[in-house]
């Protein structure tokens, strides 16, 4: 494919970041494939360590779309001017069919084999929130850098986790500013500590002085009461424990006077069965003596 020709159109060709202090922005780019290849496409930016891409690399299949996501950390203050010298570029170029996202190398977008790599430069701009009264661009008209001002040394990929090693220049102003500021917050603290802790102590000593004050005229009555309490207590407890041996005592004398009874139930069981034992009934005496009879009679006669 030769120079000059277009492999993937970009829309929008600007990032709008919605700026808020101390909130993060999003913005998503498409990408759009024109041509019957698979094109691999890779995402740079001048400030890495303000942005996070995602996916910072990709493949394109042919003639279809592909979206990636620019999140700008939270800003701790407001830029210079309201203005970000912040850019990004895009870079495009067709790779083999079936090349999948894990085959991706650096040589892709290398120039010196001659291969054609497609550029292009997005800017930044700021735009008011939704509830601003106003939705133009913050930046207003930036003039269009050129391009020797953004060398491909200068650019680095941003990677996965949105962190990189280099930092750019125009942010050490601002990192100087923090550490200044933080520093003269940490020097006024201790000094108001010192105020809040004369404070307590001058009314931790109007608190006992008052407590000193009141416990001679109310810890006797309290003291007087507990004791009467105590020994309410104790009465209870000795009468609770008169009334349980009493009747442990009347138990034990209604169980030995059960054993008693169960006795003497059983000694007349042996007597009454002794005495059936050892002669004839009455009846059966009776009734031998009229048999005898009615013979004698019959024998006679």
Do not use: W
């Amino acid at each position: 494919m030769g120079a000059g020709q277009v492999v993937v159109e970009i829309q929008p060709q600007e990032l709008k970041f919605t700026f808020e202090l101390k909130k993060q922005s999003s913005c998503s780019i498409q990408l759009e494939n024109k041509s019957k290849d698979y094109v691999a496409f890779k995402v740079k930016t001048t400030s890495p360590k303000r942005y996070c891409v995602r996916p910072n690399t990709g493949i394109i299949l042919p003639r279809s779309t592909c979206d990636f996501t620019v999140t700008m950390q939270a800003p701790k203050e407001a830029p210079p001017d309201m203005q970000l010298k912040d850019k990004f570029l895009v870079q495009s170029t067709v790779v083999p069919y079936g090349t999948t996202d894990e085959d991706i190398v650096p040589s892709f977008f290398s120039k010196e084999n001659g291969r054609y790599i497609q550029e292009n430069k997005l800017r930044v701009v700021l735009v008011n929130p939704p509830h601003s009264s106003a939705l133009e661009p913050i930046n207003g008209d930036l003039r269009q850098e050129p391009a020797h001002e953004i060398p491909d040394s200068a650019v680095t990929c941003i990677p996965n986790d949105g962190v990189s090693q280099q930092e750019p220049a125009n942010e050490v102003p601002i990192l100087r500013n923090i550490s200044i500021s933080d520093n003269v917050s940490v020097k006024q603290e201790p000094v108001q500590e010192i105020t809040m802790s004369k404070d307590s102590s001058i009314s931790n000593e109007q608190a006992l002085s008052g407590v000193a004050e009141i416990t001679p005229s109310h810890v006797g009555k309290d003291i007087d009461d507990l004791l009467l309490k105590l020994n309410n207590i104790e009465v209870k407890l000795n009468e609770a424990e008169k009334t349980i041996v009493s009747l442990r005592k009347e138990n034990s004398a209604a169980v030995q006077e059960s054993n008693k009874l169960q006795q003497e139930i059983a000694l007349l069981r042996k007597k009454s069965a002794t005495r059936i034992q050892a002669g004839f009934p009455f009846l059966f005496v009776v009734f031998l003596a009229l048999v005898g009879m009615a013979l004698g009679y019959l024998l006679h006669s």
